[in-house]
């Protein structure tokens, strides 16, 4: 599966941005997906993830109240809807897919399949 993030850009404390990544290939309903985020300087780190069908979730304590990771099937498309964003969001978000899990994966080695990144800045 081939992934395209997007929606990323320059928002103030406070703000909302919604980040889309749309997939390849007819069987996206076959993938856990996850959104990862990279600050500057800092290692790649788990944000959310949602399982392939009932929209079981999971997400990292900072985000939690704040994001909604969701996804439509028929779309191709997985969602993070960001609100009540902090300047220690900003970092790049990278989608991703994985095969293994019954539901979702917070561990990064266990999504083989990423996309290219989209960067996210919250200004305070």
């Known amino acids: 599966v081939q992934l395209q993030a997007s929606g990323g850009g320059l928002v103030q404390a406070g703000g909302s941005l919604r980040l889309s990544c749309a997939a390849s290939g007819p069987t996206f309903s076959g993938y856990v997906m996850g959104w990862f985020r990279q600050a500057t300087g800092k290692e790649r780190e788990f944000v959310a993830a949602i399982s392939r069908s009932y929209g079981i979730t999971s997400y990292t304590d900072s985000v939690k109240g704040r994001f909604t990771i969701s996804r439509d099937n028929a779309k191709n498309t997985v969602y993070l809807q960001m609100n009540s964003l902090k300047p220690e969001d900003t970092a790049v978000y990278y989608c991703?897919?994985?095969?293994?899990?019954?539901?979702?994966?917070?561990?990064?080695?266990?999504?083989?399949?990423w996309g290219q990144g989209t960067l996210v800045t919250v200004s305070s």
């Open positions: 991703a897919a994985s095969r293994i899990g019954n539901y979702y994966e917070r561990t990064e080695s266990k999504y083989a399949y």
